[in-house]
């Protein structure tokens, strides 16, 4: 096992909850399920994607989304794991991370909200270590494979000199994201990160982890896991969505890779997990997180609502 020598804190309790938070309620049985008292509500740990960060010269990766859930009383963390390796790797990563957040706050389990490759992430841990996992939250998720790593995989051939520069590339930009990110001396492997997110690579990641998963392509299976976890998703299926967005003319056209809806990188049905909250949002892969600064289409959901609602979700589980 790796060590991970950064875990960053987001932000924690305010001073006022400091006290609610640390104390230790009683545990009691409902529907055969355990709920803790709302003043002991679980950690979140967010956990973001490829080539993803915690934060980047003071840029969030979740922008703005910690806020949502501090203000409901609880602490949260953003996960620092390798920008770009394979999902068993970086889960690997998370598991430590996760150890040293229930150290830190006392907690029995935590929440896991993972976008795009975080939700292999996430569910890694949740598959091996279950009793410290409440929920799994995918946002984005890669669950059954992307078009567009189909594509980049299918024109990049083993063994070759393409093959080769792009990995050189690609390790150069996971370098510097991690040098600017602070992550330290993490381990980075864009081809393993590729192979993870190509729907073979996927396939076979299910078969190893299969929680949360539906039976089906684009269906959808209960919250309630089989190793007592809640799965749940939501991602958006409109590449372009805002003309002031930066990054929209680019998803724009990984979009033409894909056969059906999708956010740019991910196909709305690749991010079914659990119960499916909604796939209809018109966001892509980079508003579901909220990123440059908020930008977002101006006439549907904003992307905070999302977690937001998610937050009031755990709250009504009593979790």
Not at 179 to 195: F, H, M, N
Request: glycine share 10%.
């Amino acid at each position: 096992m790796k060590k991970v020598k950064q875990l960053s804190i987001a932000l924690s309790c305010a001073v006022s909850m400091a006290l609610s938070c640390q104390a230790q309620s009683e545990e009691t049985i409902i529907n055969n399920e355990l709920s803790v008292s709302s003043v002991e509500r679980y950690p979140i740990v967010l956990v973001h994607g490829l080539f993803g960060f915690d934060n980047l010269l003071g840029f969030d990766y979740f922008y703005r989304v910690p806020q949502i859930y501090t203000q409901q009383g609880r602490e949260v963390f953003v996960a620092n794991v390798s920008a770009a390796n394979s999902s068993e790797l970086r889960g690997e990563q998370l598991l430590e991370q996760v150890a040293m957040v229930r150290a830190l706050t006392g907690a029995e389990k935590v929440h896991l909200i993972g976008h795009s490759q975080g939700s292999q992430t996430s569910r890694y841990v949740a598959s091996v270590n279950p009793e410290w996992v409440a929920t799994v939250a995918s946002v984005g998720g890669v669950n059954w494979g992307s078009e567009f790593a189909d594509a980049v995989r299918g024109h990049v051939k083993p063994g070759t000199f393409s093959e080769a520069f792009l990995a050189s590339l690609a390790s150069g930009l996971a370098n510097f994201i991690g040098w600017l990110s602070g992550k330290g001396d993490v381990p980075e492997a864009p081809l393993e990160a590729l192979e993870t997110l190509t729907t073979r690579g996927t396939l076979a990641f299910n078969a190893k982890y299969p929680e949360g998963i539906p039976s089906e392509y684009c269906g959808q299976s209960p919250s309630l896991a089989e190793n007592g976890v809640r799965y749940y998703s939501w991602s958006g299926q409109s590449a372009y969505t805002n003309v002031f967005d930066p990054a929209d003319a680019a998803l724009l056209l990984f979009s033409k890779t894909f056969s059906g809806k999708n956010d740019g990188l991910v196909s709305a049905c690749s991010s079914h997990l659990g119960q499916v909250i909604g796939t209809h949002y018109k966001m892509n892969h980079l508003d579901e997180v909220n990123h440059f600064v908020g930008i977002h289409h101006l006439f549907d959901t904003d992307p905070l609502t999302l977690y937001r609602q998610h937050g009031e979700r755990l709250n009504n589980l009593g979790l």
